[in-house]
Each structure stands twice: as structure tokens, then as C-alpha cells.
């Protein structure tokens, strides 16, 4: 049984990669086998696990493409039950070559196709995504069985929510995902000492309810700081607030799946 | 004489809308005529000016496709030299539709078209772009006469920094905008009392060199909160350093335009 979550939100540097490689490090160290795709063209999760492609190297592009085979895409990470499919720039072709190539149907679905056959191998893979709704995004959210949004305790990323819900919606009802779920709402880089973060926090929990995670990602230097040496959180710097964040999001969201 | 900048980075949230607003409403505020276009389907900008386009009402998306004239479309805002081009959600099927109507070079030079009626009008032209290199960005790099770049002094931004500036690159030698150059580097949300902060900052300092400003803008909590008052912070609190940063800012971009 294996579940595939897209982590999404076209809001611009709400947290969507460092919560995608650190929730997904998180989960790998607790023995679970975890997949992180990168289907961001500015490949911040594979640099933030210090994996570089390199010139014509197999990335997540080939792979879509139908040039190279995924198994030989893939990479291991520090975290031994921690795989990565990797990103570059050329992946940003993609958005308009695939326009110009297959019919929009076939377009969307390309990510779905490629990963069916991974969710023998894998318990959870994640996806970070570009911050747009655009046709790698819209790749995701077709291929994922849910969407896990992070976002900030900030004014227009309330806004943002609302646009993105709407769209998560229309996929399901049009019928190109009916199954999607959203897995939940993830307030990050929550600074308790500001009123904007209190009230936009509160704001979200009464119109989000149940859907808001209780765990919340406090702004850490640490989890900037980590990327920059190609690890995450709880191989940088397990005793920050970061870590210790990430590591109770982990048991949140297993607890979540055990509720169904 | 009139200019028109385009202010951007494919880097998700890192001051881009932040800085349009502010910059725009402080050179306003010394009576400059600035018209402040917002290529954003976030609307952030417009929002954040207290601007929302109803349903049909004239915004930057139908200016675009030819179904309303671009002064029908213009709004007032708080401070009388300050003009608003507003957008709204509507706008992101415009990445869609252009790419399967027009062809390519025709594609990307709509905007750069329809700001050539403005010029005589405005003093300063900015551009707020959304955080990707898709057709939007594209329209307004090929409309500007130069790029400010705003970034946080943060890991992955100085990796994407690098991408970016391939990018206007490619737009110089390919003869998109041959004129096209970088207005600015600028340092934003930035806490001294971090290495990180302080690391980042010297590595951009050292590569960049004179193309980033002096004036960085500090992490202040005004500014994530004078957007939901739709003021830009001059309005809303003047005596902030944030408010501060932003008028020094404005100053030392005038004087680059005394050097020439
Ligand atoms: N809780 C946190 N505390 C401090 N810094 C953080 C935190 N979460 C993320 N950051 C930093 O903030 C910046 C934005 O985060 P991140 O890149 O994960 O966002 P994103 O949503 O993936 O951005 P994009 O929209 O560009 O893909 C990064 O430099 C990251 O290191
Ligand atoms: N100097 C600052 N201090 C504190 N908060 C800031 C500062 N600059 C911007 N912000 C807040 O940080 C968030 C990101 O800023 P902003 O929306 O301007 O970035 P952006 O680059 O336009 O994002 P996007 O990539 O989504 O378009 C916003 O909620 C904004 O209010
Ligand atoms: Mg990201
Ligand atoms: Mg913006």
C-alpha cells in the first residue's frame, strides 16, 4: 500500500521544498521507504540533499521525456530508506514543449504514467512542486492520491489559499483526479511573537478546521542553514526547533493515516 | 523620459511584490508619475494596493487579449501619482491561451507592446512578475529597459540567482530585448543577527559587486502587515524600518539613474 502526496501551493517560498525534504527525511528515518520526486526546474530538493545532475545525466526531464528508464534516474541520500528522483533547469522545457506535443489530456497525466509502477517499491512518495499552477503542478496533482499545502502565517498567502483550493477542486470535479484529497494544511515559518502570525494562524484554523495540522513549523535559521551543507534538518542539526518540528509533523501525518 | 523596469526573480517569495508596491509608492510619493503593472494571476499587487477586479471588470488580462483599452483599465490608488494596472486569477489561463494562439516571438512581446502607448504618461514603470520564467515573466522582460532582481539572503535564492541571470542573458544575445540590463540586485528580509544572513549577503556582494544596492531591506513585520490594510508602508507606518528602507532604496535609484 503505498500513498503518493503532492506538497503544493503556487504562493512563492512558503516552505514547500524544505517541507518536502525534511517531512519525507523524517518518515525514511522511521524505516519507511520514501520516494521524493523533484518536479521543480529550479531543483532546490535535490540540491538541498547535495545531489547536482550533471550535463545529459538522467534527471526527472529524460524520465518524462521517455528517454531514460526511471529506475536509472534514481539516487540514494544520506538516509539509507531515502530515494530522490532528481531535478535540473531543463525541466522548465518541458512546460512547453509538452503544449506543443500531445493533447492536454495526455499532458497532464505524464507523472501519473511514470509513477504507477513505484508504488510497489515505495510507502510514501512526495512531490515538490514549482510555485505555479502550471502544467508540472497540474502533472502532480493528477498523479497524487492527496495534496499537503504549506503556507505562512502571512496576508496574501490567505489569499493564495483560497485560489489554490479552488483549483484542487476543479480537478476533482472535471474529473481528471476525482480521487484527490488534500492530506492538509501545514502553517509554516510561524513566528509566535508577531499578531500577523497569531491572526492569520487563527484565521486559518477556524476556516480550515481539522484540515490544519496542530504541529507548526516555527521560522528556525537551522532550516535555512541546512540546505547549504546538502542535508536535511535531522542529519544537520537534530536538536533545533526545526528537527524537532519536522520529526512531530512525521507522527502527525502517520497518525492521520491510521484514522483513514 | 520614462522607464520601465521589470521586477523579478522565478525564486518564490522573496520580496518581489513587496518592493513593486514599496518602491513604486515611495518615488510616487516625491511626485514622480509611476504606473505600477501587475503581470501577477496572484494579484498580489493589486491586492496589497487594496485593488480587486470583480468578474469581467476591466484588468491587465483582458488589456492583454484586446477586449478592453489600457486606460479603461488603469486605477487610482492612495497616493495621487501612483497608477495601479491591476490583475486578477483570470490571468493565469494567459500562459495557456497565448501559447496556442500566437506564435512565439509574438507571444512574448504583447505587454511590450501595449506599455509602448505609456510612456509619455509615466516617469517609472515597474512590473511585478510572478515567481516563474514561463511567458508571463517573459512578456515583461521583453517590455523593461531593465530587471531589479530582489532575493533573500538566503541558500537556495543564491542558487536560483545564477539560473536568472542566464535567463536575461539569453534574452540580450538572442535579440528578444538586446537592450535589456540588470537595474539592480536587492537584498531583502534580511537579519543581520544571522551567519546565514550575513554569509549569503557577502557571497552576492562578492559576485555581483556593484550591481547590488547598498540599502538591503531588514525582516520587519510592518511590512507583512500593511498589505491586508491594502496600503503600501509608507501609508500605513511611516515611522517603520521598513517604511525607512524603502525611501532610502528610492533614493539611491534615482541617483543610479543621475550615473546613467
Ligand atoms: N521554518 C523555516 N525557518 C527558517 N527558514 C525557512 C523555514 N522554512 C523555509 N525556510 C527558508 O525560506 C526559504 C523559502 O523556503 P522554501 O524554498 O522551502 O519555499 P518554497 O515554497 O519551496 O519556495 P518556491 O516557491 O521558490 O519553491 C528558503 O530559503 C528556506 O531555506
Ligand atoms: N522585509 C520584509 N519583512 C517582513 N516580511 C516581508 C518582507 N518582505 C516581504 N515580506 C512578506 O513575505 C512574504 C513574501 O513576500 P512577497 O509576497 O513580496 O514575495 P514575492 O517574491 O512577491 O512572492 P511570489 O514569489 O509568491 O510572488 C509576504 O507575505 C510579504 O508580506
Ligand atoms: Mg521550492
Ligand atoms: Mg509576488
Chains 1, 2 share one sequence.
Do not use: W
Not at 501551493?9 to 523524517?26: D, E, F, M, R
Not at 507523472?111 to 510497489?120: E, F, N, S, V, Y
Not at 499537503?148 to 489559499?161: K, S
Request: glycine content about 8%; aromatic content about 6%.
Amino acid at each position: 500500500m503505498s500513498k503518493i502526496v503532492s506538497i503544493s501551493n503556487q504562493k512563492g517560498g512558503v516552505g514547500k521544498t524544505t517541507t518536502s525534504i525534511n517531512l519525507a527525511a523524517a518518515l525514511a528515518a522511521a524505516d519507511l521507504k520514501v520516494l521524493l520526486v523533484d518536479l521543480d526546474p529550479q531543483a532546490n530538493a535535490s540540491s538541498g540533499l547535495g545531489v547536482y545532475v550533471g550535463e545529459g545525466e538522467p534527471d526527472i526531464y529524460r524520465v518524462l521525456t521517455g528517454h531514460t528508464d526511471m529506475k536509472q534516474a534514481l539516487r540514494q541520500t544520506a538516509i539509507p530508506s531515502l530515494t530522490l528522483l532528481p531535478s535540473s533547469s531543463d525541466l522548465a522545457a518541458l512546460e512547453v514543449e509538452l503544449v506543443e506535443g500531445l493533447p492536454s489530456a495526455q499532458r497532464a497525466g505524464l507523472l501519473a504514467q511514470k509513477l504507477a509502477g513505484m508504488r510497489d517499491h515505495f510507502d510514501y512518495i512526495f512531490i515538490d512542486t514549482p510555485p505555479s499552477l502550471g502544467l508540472l503542478t497540474l502533472n502532480a496533482l493528477m498523479a497524487a492520491d492527496s495534496v499537503l499545502i504549506p503556507m505562512q502565517a502571512e496576508y496574501f498567502a490567505m489569499e493564495g489559499l483560497g485560489q489554490f483550493m479552488n483549483t484542487v477542486e476543479l480537478i476533482r470535479t472535471e474529473g481528471l483526479n476525482p480521487s484527490l484529497t488534500i492530506e492538509g494544511v501545514l502553517l509554516c515559518m510561524v513566528d509566535d511573537r508577531t499578531n500577523l502570525s497569531r491572526e492569520v494562524s487563527n484565521e486559518v484554523r477556524e476556516y480550515f478546521g481539522q484540515l490544519v495540522y496542530e504541529t507548526t513549523i516555527p521560522r528556525n535559521v537551522r532550516l535555512g542553514e541546512s540546505p547549504s551543507y546538502g542535508k536535511p534538518i535531522i542529519l544537520y542539526a537534530i536538536e533545533s526547533k526545526g528537527a524537532r518540528a519536522y520529526l512531530d509533523l512525521a507522527e502527525e501525518f502517520l497518525r492521520r493515516q491510521d484514522k483513514g
